[in-house]
């Protein structure tokens, strides 16, 4: 196993977090199983939200709500708050206190918020995280954001313990400084997004190369036992980078140069009902992955709905990538029109 500090915290965390957004998916059970084997394997980092519904209760749930066997002080738990302001970040800490069954969360990250809140800056929202670092109630700070320039201010702000941003083998040179910019700062560096979305075809390049960089702490979205097994196989062979490993991820990027939706759904809702964060995807998906199940009637109908698309722009100013995605959504519908009647074949 390996360990690290994250940043100023001063937190002692497996060097491999659990992210705990898919879980969302999965029933009662079927988290706790998956929890406690993670938890039974070393790892002691888990990463949820108030926004991801009833992530909270469900870790709550697994940890059988904290007792000998899952002591409160050996699980160091991370969750965040949408709230811009005073009024609707105490309201979110009380329902994730409760959710959580605890009395305290380790990491509270504002979550992807608009700007960088600072201390007297107006919104009540910086202010209000301070006051609940001083009462005991989180013991760190942290933000969170998919854009580059917030996660710069907030490090160079020097309010925040932690940064969390993401980073994966398909992130590029601004992605890199951000990271330099954490380690020079103390801030410690948590990434989210570390199999991009999903496209990345190899877990284990994903782990290689996260774990090239000693600051940086990943958090692997689990929904499924399975993929949890390939993450704790790695962790027992401490797999690094090698020549095989480096070509797929030479070859990966290559293939995913470009705009491309990472589906974080910060576009969503749209306002003519389209699954964005699927149909912006699909011609990637397809190809990335079997290309059966994707032709099915249910998917048609999500893929047809691209059709209702009124160019409104608010998914533009919505996307943290500033992908132009109503074009986006035509270019993928008008490929999967095409693969759907044979015109295209893919191999």
Request: with cysteine; net charge negative; charged share 30%.
């Amino acid at each position: 196993m390996a360990q690290i500090i994250l940043g100023k915290t001063g937190l002692k965390i497996e060097k491999n977090g659990f992210g705990a957004l898919p879980i969302q998916r999965d029933s009662f059970d079927e988290t706790k199983e998956i929890v406690q084997k993670a938890y039974a394997n070393g790892i002691n980092f888990y990463d949820t939200a108030r926004a991801y519904t009833d992530s909270e209760e469900k870790l709550n749930y697994a940890f059988e709500g904290f007792n000998e066997k899952y002591p409160r002080e050996s699980i160091i738990i991370a969750s965040k708050t949408q709230g811009e302001n005073r009024k609707d970040i105490e309201k979110d800490i009380k329902v994730s206190l409760d959710k959580l069954g605890t009395d305290y969360i380790d990491l509270y990250q504002i979550h992807n918020p608009s700007f960088c809140p600072t201390e007297g800056d107006g919104s009540g929202a910086y202010d209000a995280l301070f006051d609940l670092c001083d009462e005991g109630i989180i013991r760190h700070i942290g933000f969170t954001s998919h854009k580059a320039e917030l996660a710069k201010e907030a490090i160079e702000s020097g309010l925040y313990e932690t940064i969390q941003f993401p980073f994966s083998y398909l992130t590029g040179p601004n992605e890199l400084s951000i990271v330099e910019m954490a380690r020079s700062n103390n801030i410690g560096f948590i990434a989210m997004k570390a199999m991009s979305g999903g496209l990345n075809r190899s877990s284990k390049a994903a782990y290689a190369y996260i774990h090239s960089f000693d600051n940086v702490v990943p958090i692997w979205g689990v929904q499924r036992m399975s993929e949890l097994d390939e993450f704790l196989s790695y962790m027992k062979e401490e797999v690094k980078l090698d020549k095989e490993l480096e070509e797929i991820i030479r070859q990966e990027r290559d293939e995913l140069q470009g705009d491309f939706c990472r589906g974080c759904a910060y576009c969503m809702p749209c306002p003519q009902d389209i699954q964005i964060f699927i149909c912006a995807r699909m011609s990637l998906w397809m190809r990335r992955f079997p290309t059966e199940p994707n032709l099915d009637e249910a998917t048609q109908e999500k893929m047809k709905q691209i059709e209702e698309c009124t160019e409104c722009g608010q998914c533009i100013s919505k996307c943290p990538y500033e992908l132009n995605i109503p074009e986006l959504l035509k270019k993928n519908y008008e490929d999967y029109q095409k693969v759907l009647s044979g015109e295209t074949i893919i191999e």
